[in-house]
């Protein structure tokens, strides 16, 4: 039962167009949501993360969207830059319940210059 | 800070050998996690800490598989013994609510 996913696993964008990231999730006790980005070789990297009282976080170029009642979330990237290419995973938990991660399978980013 | 350090960052070993695998945490960090990764399951949680006490081990394959945490700054993972399909890549976090990874630890095991 795979409580996270990522029903994407590859992306390919020009440099300097928006890229969207998508993640899916069952668990409606989820309420912590997270997202990483790992380049090969290397650890993921967290990258930005929202809690479910919000719908929307922003960090610079990169956004993530909440939508509860969908049980959905996204990442925007804007613009997105060849530094971006690498593999981006969705997480999830129960916040407060000592930071157990569920993550979805990943999607490959690839910006094309 | 350095980061969550891993060691070693390869490791090739044949069926049945034991293994261990270690990891330093960022300091101050309460929680320290182990994961897994493969292709066919992605990222898994084998087990987490909290304060160096084991909180949900559920993730971990079977009894070949062992973690322990002695103090804040040190935690093992131990394969004994080892199988072919324990083949991956084994990460550390630590943190809480947000996790910092380590580099992680490419296991082969011939």
């Known amino acids: 039962d795979q409580q996270v996913k990522q029903n994407s696993p590859s992306l390919s964008v020009q440099e300097g167009r928006i890229s969207i990231l998508n993640c899916d999730y069952t668990n409606s006790m989820f309420d912590y949501f997270l997202w990483y980005k790992k380049y090969p070789a290397e650890g993921p990297t967290f990258l930005i993360s929202i809690s479910s009282i919000k719908d929307k976080n922003e960090d610079g170029r990169f956004t993530v969207f909440l939508n509860k009642s969908a049980k959905h979330l996204s990442l925007h990237i804007v613009p997105s830059q060849p530094g971006d290419s690498a593999v981006y995973f969705c997480a999830a938990s129960v916040y407060n319940q000592g930071g157990k991660l569920i993550f979805g399978q990943g999607t490959e980013l690839s910006v094309k210059p | 800070d350095a980061g969550v350090i891993q060691s070693p960052r390869h490791e090739v070993t044949e069926m049945g050998q034991e293994v261990t695998l270690r990891c330093k945490p960022i300091s101050g960090h309460n929680s320290l996690f182990w994961y897994r990764q493969t292709m066919m399951r992605g990222l898994e949680l084998l087990i987490y800490f909290n304060n160096n006490v084991p909180i949900d081990d559920s993730g971990m394959p079977e009894d070949r598989f062992s973690a322990k945490m002695p103090n804040a700054s040190f935690s093992t993972l131990k394969i004994q013994p080892s199988e072919p399909r324990d083949s991956a890549v084994y990460f550390c976090?630590?943190?809480?609510?947000?996790?910092?990874f380590g580099p992680g630890t490419r296991l082969l095991v011939l």
């Open positions: 976090a630590s943190g809480g609510e947000t996790q910092y």
